[in-house]
């Protein structure tokens, strides 16, 4: 399908845009092209419910996340090393 807005005579209002990144459950960023990164509906409904918390208990949240992406980060490289050092050579 070949419309308009495709051959750029015509360009969505930022209120089209807005609902089409709602029905496609993209963000505004991800549809016009500015990032490639695609968030994940429910790890942003947690970031928001994290911006809600007191700022005490956000520190708190943060600490853990911080503790465990630290340990994970760990583990998946000192896995990843030592699957390469077992593979035979070329």
């Known amino acids: ?39 994940d509906k429910n790890i942003v409904s947690k970031i928001l419910d994290i911006q809600k918390l007191k700022e005490s208990d956000r520190q708190h949240v943060f600490a853990l996340l911080d503790a465990f992406l630290k340990l994970s980060c760990k583990a998946f490289y000192k896995t990843k090393s030592s ?7 070329e």
């Open 1 to 39: 399908m070949d419309t308009s807005v495709e051959r750029e005579e015509v360009k969505p209002s930022i209120e089209m845009a807005t609902q089409l990144a709602q029905a496609l459950e993209v963000s505004l960023d991800y549809l016009v092209g500015s990032t490639d990164i695609l968030l």
């Open 83 to 89: 699957k390469s050092q077992t593979l035979p050579a």
